[in-house]
Nanobody, 125 residues
Framework: QVRLAESGGGPVQAGGSLRLSCTVS????????MAWFRQVPGKQREGISV???????RYDDSVRGRFTISRDSTKNALHLQMDNLKPQDTATYCC???????????????????WGQGTQVTVSS
């Protein structure tokens, strides 16, 4: 059974940094797409960063230049380094895994099979 567990969220002041981690267990696929999404109450879940098994990476415009996605294959973990945080980054952050290469709609939440429960990030001004 595939399980994802996020950690690293919390309160932070604007301009600060946080590093989110997502531990992935039970997944052994060699071709995959992993992503970070975030959601605020009343709004749709939005994809902000994705990494593929071939190492390619994409960012949403809202976080490009401030967030960095990475994967530690030795620990089967996904990370999101978040720098220069802004109040509008406040959200619940979730990691997601698709056991295939998502070439087009990689920020579409419906294309991911496995999800973590999320970790809350709160940025104060």
């Amino acid at each position: 059974q595939v399980r994802l567990a996020e950690s690293g969220g919390g309160p932070v002041q604007a301009g600060g940094s946080l590093r989110l981690s997502c531990t992935v267990s039970g997944f052994t696929g060699t071709e995959w797409t992993m992503a970070w999404f975030r959601q605020v109450p009343g709004k749709q879940r939005e994809g902000i960063s994705v990494i593929w098994s071939d190492g390619d990476i994409r960012y949403d415009d809202s976080v490009r230049g401030r967030f960095t996605i990475s994967r530690d294959s030795t620990k089967n973990a996904l990370h999101l380094q978040m720098d220069n945080l802004k109040p509008q980054d406040t959200a619940t952050y979730c990691c997601a895994v698709a056991p295939r290469i998502l070439e087009v709609f990689f920020f579409s939440s419906t294309d991911y099979n496995y999800w973590g429960q999320g970790t809350q990030v709160t940025v104060s001004s």
